[in-house]
């Protein structure tokens, strides 16, 4: 079929009918003349049997040499087996990622998929499965360590070299704990990219082998009585404000988690009860915690200051916050309590040492330090059979505490049965 029939001269002569019509510039290259006045070129060709209109451009604009190379483009992707319109199509879309990446670049926002776009987009989906401290641990960790390296880079051309790149740093220091940390959190960035049809693989997979094991370390704890004893007497002496104190004294009353304690809300304190039941985000369950006289005693003695507000232990900037989840370690380290003698956590240690050396069970002692087990069946029965025995054990652990701290010979014995 001849091709390149018409001079400019046919095309720029052209002339507007009563009816649309166009003229054959030959192997699928037409000009189209509307009857409104419109002077447009079109290609029409036929790719797996069905005939397709491709817009070429209009005229003056895209001059006739233009066109015809345009349409000899067209021509040389069919014979490869490409269909010039879904050329188009990606070469449109590419045209608008490049609009939209500038807007967001003068936005201040990530590239178009980028690494750093789909894990905003991660951390929102799980937004309201983690608390808002964790929440904000998990952003913080990936804008500071891993956007610096992958968050300009399109999710789908991500490759294993550049996450351990990410991570290589944290190896360096020896940080284990945050590269291992940091490696879950960007592998589930790549698990929802896939599900959601972003890329199909996980870069972050091979990297695991790359990061050595962290060895376990266990939380500084002091489990000596006579040190205990003098440990309370040095709580008890704190000269912090009086929200702090509280918290301080109740920790080891209670043994619970830092988190949970901080965040303790007065909703789930029931004072006539003399129960604490806290949402425990960590196991995933509902607590019960027996609250001995007294912690009745110190949560009676702050209620009028902090009462009328959601959390019993909140914040000094009043800003609607909970208690910093640094302030029991500043606390302990101001009373000469560096990490590496005691921790916030270690309240949790003690307390496990001392009173399974008493004899009190196993199982009581580990419900009462929230390790759920596994078992949902085996939980919920632990939780109606040891309940009476941990308001026991609880009201026991608070007496031998303050034998302790008023410097009575107090020594460890097995429970009656």
């Not at 991570?167 to 589930?188: F, G, M, N, V, Y």
């Not at 000269?239 to 918290?247: D, E, H, M, R, Y």
């Not at 208690?323 to 309590?337: E, F, H, Q």
């Not at 941990?390 to 008023?406: C, F, H, P, T, V």
Request: proline share 5%; aromatic share 8%; hydrophobic share 35%.
């Amino acid at each position: 079929m001849a091709k390149n029939l018409n001079k400019d001269s046919v095309y720029k002569n052209a002339k507007s009918k009563e009816n649309d019509y166009m003229l054959n510039d030959g192997e699928g290259l037409y000009f189209f003349v509307g009857k409104n006045g419109a002077r447009l070129w079109r290609f029409v060709y036929t790719f797996n049997k069905k005939q397709k209109k491709l817009a070429v451009g209009s005229y003056p604009k895209v001059t006739l040499e233009a066109a015809r190379r345009k349409a000899e483009e067209h021509r040389q992707n069919i014979a490869n087996g490409i269909d010039p319109s879904e050329t188009n199509k990606k070469n449109k879309e590419t045209d608008q990622a490049t609009i939209e990446n500038a807007r967001r670049k003068a936005a201040g926002l990530p590239l178009l998929n980028s690494f750093a776009d789909i894990a905003i987009q991660w951390l929102a989906s799980i937004q309201h499965l983690t608390t808002e401290t964790t929440h904000i641990k998990k952003t913080s960790r990936l804008e500071r360590l891993a956007f610096p390296v992958l968050g300009d880079m399109p999710i789908n051309q991500v490759k294993s070299s550049d996450v351990l790149a990410s991570l290589q740093p944290l190896i360096d220091k020896t940080q284990l704990e945050t590269a291992h940390r940091l490696h879950s959190e960007i592998s589930a960035i790549f698990a929802y990219a896939i599900v959601h049809n972003f890329t199909d693989y996980d870069p972050a997979q091979p990297v695991s082998k790359q990061i050595p094991a962290q060895k376990v370390k266990h939380r500084a704890a002091v489990i000596d009585p006579k040190q205990v004893g003098q440990l309370l007497r040095d709580i008890s002496n704190y000269q912090g404000t009086f929200v702090v104190q509280s918290a301080f004294r109740l920790s080891p009353l209670l043994f619970q988690r830092p988190g949970e304690i901080r965040q303790m809300l007065w909703s789930d304190v029931d004072l006539i009860a003399c129960e604490w039941r806290p949402y425990v985000s960590k196991t995933d369950f509902h607590h019960i915690v027996p609250l001995p006289t007294q912690a009745i005693a110190i949560l009676e003695g702050i209620k009028p200051l902090t009462g009328n507000g959601q959390y019993v232990f909140p914040s000094s900037r009043g800003d609607g916050r909970p208690m910093s989840d640094n302030t029991i370690r500043t606390a302990l380290k101001s009373l000469g309590y560096d990490s590496d003698v005691m921790t916030a956590h270690g309240f949790r240690t003690t307390a496990s040492t001392l009173l399974n050396e008493q004899g009190w069970s196993p199982d009581a002692i580990e419900r009462q330090l929230a390790h759920a087990p596994r078992d949902q069946v085996r939980a919920a029965y632990n939780r109606a059979q040891y309940l009476e025995e941990r308001r026991k054990m609880m009201q026991s652990w608070a007496d031998y505490l303050d034998g302790l701290k008023n410097g009575a010979q107090v020594i460890a014995f097995k429970k009656a049965g």
